[in-house]
């Protein structure tokens, strides 16, 4: 039975307003409503969300919640996303979208806010936490130069439900209190392993090219994906000879995944092997299962930053006043989340429709008209 989703208008009003009642015009609700409708439709920042919303008649605007003739002007909304209480407002966010994604994989990586480091932000670079299937960002925070992503995934690790679920994170995050932390919190995960972590790299590839590698316990499978002009076979080989040698948290498994690309154009083959390590037993993932869950990783890449570039051009929005990226960024994941979850999958098509159609955008929220 598929979760009943909680209208995003709800959600939003639950985000406290920092501002004093005296002089406030626009409930601050309506302003974030304002601001997915207008992101749903195609806006890419805040200027352009003002102009959604004065270039809708009062119709739209008494729907949204305002009670005032004319919708909040540009200064407005940048006041409002400069100042508003971000990490509230995302784990308000983030547990409303966790509500909803009924996620068991869960990817962690981080995206660099082009734009905003052209223009000398202090936010120029997010964490987030996504899940694999419907690409619903479920926790982000930002990381400045003065850290690194090791320096944050904590962060994102406390303000996520662990238990029963699996944590996948490229080879920077492969670190012991990372291991330790999921499992502590009656998680599991999948990581990948290079250079950064030299004796567990060395462990696992002996494992796999050792002096006694054949006499070893392996299991293997193979995969083969036909489309976009190539054949791509995924060879991955798994193995819990580790278990009870390694000092790693947690570890069950290793593996070896071997990718071998052809261009059928051309003929052209490349190969890459890469290793990692899972807490997960070889009776709770198969060859199979771990070679799915890493190729699911990624969705975080096509499902979310990849939409957000592209679609929205994050890459190259210039905002960078206050909290102004991170609440763009947490406003662009949480409608991308409930297209989704609604079923589209196309978001550029559906950003047009919403445009030409702004009612639909509206009934999506949880407002009808």
């Known amino acids: 039975m598929a979760t009943v989703c909680q209208p995003l208008t709800e959600i939003l009003s639950q985000i406290p307003d920092f501002r004093k009642t005296k002089g406030k015009r626009h409930p601050l609700s309506a302003i974030l409503a304002l601001a997915c409708v207008a992101i749903m439709s195609g806006a890419k920042g805040y200027c ?3 102009e959604w919303g004065r270039n809708h008649g009062k119709e739209i605007s008494k729907a949204l919640g305002f009670t005032h003739e004319k919708t909040p002007c540009v200064a407005t909304f940048c006041n409002i996303f400069r100042r508003i209480e971000v990490k509230l407002m995302e784990s308000i ?3 409303w979208a966790d509500s909803i994604s009924n996620a ?9 806010l082009r734009g ?20 619903l960002t ?7 130069s003065k850290t690194n992503e090791i320096g944050k995934i904590n962060e994102i690790l406390k303000s996520l439900v662990l238990e029963g679920r699996i944590i996948t994170v490229d080879a920077i995050l492969t ?3 990372v291991s330790q932390e999921i499992t502590n919190g009656g998680g599991d995960y999948v990581m990948t392993v290079k250079e950064n972590q030299k004796a567990l790299l060395d462990e696992v590839k002996t494992v796999f090219d050792g002096p006694f590698s054949h006499l070893l316990r392996k299991c293997s499978d193979e995969t083969i994906d036909v489309g976009h002009g190539r054949i791509e076979k995924r060879f991955l080989t798994s193995s819990d000879e580790l278990k009870g040698y390694s000092d790693w948290p947690g570890l069950c498994q290793v593996f070896e995944l071997t990718r071998t690309v052809i261009v059928k154009k051309t003929g052209e083959v490349s190969k890459e092997t890469v290793y990692g390590i899972s807490s997960l037993s070889p009776e709770e993932a198969s060859p ?3 070679s799915e869950i890493l190729r699911n990783h990624w969705h975080i890449e096509n499902k979310s930053h990849w939409v957000r570039d592209v679609t929205f051009d994050e890459d190259r929005s210039q905002v960078r006043i206050g909290n102004t990226p991170q609440v763009m960024s947490a406003l662009r994941n949480t ?12 978001i550029a098509s559906a950003c047009r429709k919403f445009s030409a159609q702004p009612e639909l955008a509206l009934e999506l929220i949880g407002i009808r008209m």
């Open 48 to 50: 352009a969300i003002a």
């Open 288 to 290: 199979k299962r771990l």
């Open 116 to 135: 905003s480091t052209k223009q000398g932000s202090d936010i120029t670079h997010l964490l987030s936490a996504v899940s694999h299937v419907l690409g």
């Open 335 to 346: 409608v991308i989340g409930l297209m989704r979850y609604s079923g589209i999958t196309n």
């Open 104 to 112: 068991v994989c869960i990817s962690i990586d981080g995206k660099t």
């Open 138 to 144: 479920l926790a982000q925070c930002p990381v400045d």
């Open 175 to 177: 670190q012991r209190k």
């Open 93 to 95: 966010l983030g547990q």
